[in-house]
């Protein structure tokens, strides 16, 4: 199987040049991956090396169409405690 990168991706270029199988190229309206090259990282690297550096959560998904980066993942907030604080903000 391979990663997908879906709408959501803001083409920061972070992924690209970390991709050891160079399975990610620059097109529209985002970054993409070819499902060919794409190795998942699998006996390269113990962590998907796009999923790992991708700033925005959950546009990166397996083949399984499950976030590789899901929500949370990089703040360490759980959902819904974090959707449960801007319920607060937003009440106030």
């Not at 060919?36 to 796009?50: F, L």
């Not at 976030?67 to 801007?86: K, Q």
Request: hydrophobic content about 40%; overall charge negative.
């Amino acid at each position: 199987m391979a990663f997908k990168i879906v709408e959501g991706c803001v083409n920061c270029w972070a992924c690209e040049p970390l991709c050891p199988s160079q399975a990610i190229f620059e097109a529209k309206p985002h970054f993409m991956i070819d499902a060919k090259k794409c190795t998942e990282c699998e006996g390269e690297y113990a962590d998907a090396q796009c999923a790992s550096i991708c700033p925005i959560e959950g546009v990166i998904l397996d083949g399984l169409g499950v976030p590789v980066n899901p929500p949370g993942s990089l703040t360490g907030i759980p959902p819904e405690r974090l959707a449960a604080a801007r319920a607060e903000i937003q009440a106030r």
